[in-house]
């Protein structure tokens, strides 16, 4: 019985350490980079992201070691709430169907949605202060802002890339 409970542990073992096999990203070519993220899951794509942009996040501001982890809980805890925030609003209208009461309606709406968004980023200025010095929360804003043009410009509107505008944030 131990034998088998022994061999059992050793194979999950094995198992475990597949998915959670580490890989080379930056030698590794384009290619097989794409061929990796296309066998994963939805959702472990979704947590290769994260970790990737928290770990750039983290190169960025240079945060210290022993901070990293309260850090990156922080960090990611305002993004869900950001996320959470952002999807209270319902962009997909065409304002030209709009009659004028309901152009107003949306337009003090996305006016709303962009306090909300406001207060929440300066609640986590404050709460990230404990962490790291203001001057690199000021510094991780503003490298926010352009990550965001930086993903805007490479992501494709109406399946082409030509002629493509910038989304705007409400």
Known sequence: MKKILFILFIISGFGLQA??????????????????INSFS????????????NNMVIDILQVAPEDK???????????DNQKKIQ?????????????E??????????FDLGQKLLDNKKKYADKMQTVIP????????????MM?????ERKPRDGNNKGSKPRQNP
Do not use: H, I
């Open 87 to 99: 999807n209270q609003f319902d962009s997909n209208f065409d304002p030209e169907k709009l009659n």
């Open 148 to 152: 965001r043009e930086k993903m805007n």
């Open 134 to 145: 203001c001057q690199k929360v000021l510094k991780l804003f503003q490298s926010e802002g």
């Open 19 to 36: 998915q959670v096999k580490s890989y080379d990203w930056k030698n590794m070519s384009r290619e097989k980079r794409k061929e990796v």
């Open 101 to 110: 009461e309901e152009a107003k309606v949306k337009l003090q709406q996305s």
């Open 69 to 79: 982890t309260e850090f990156t809980e922080v960090y990611n805890e305002y993004l």
């Open 42 to 53: 939805p959702e472990e794509r979704k947590e290769l992201l994260k970790e990737f942009r």
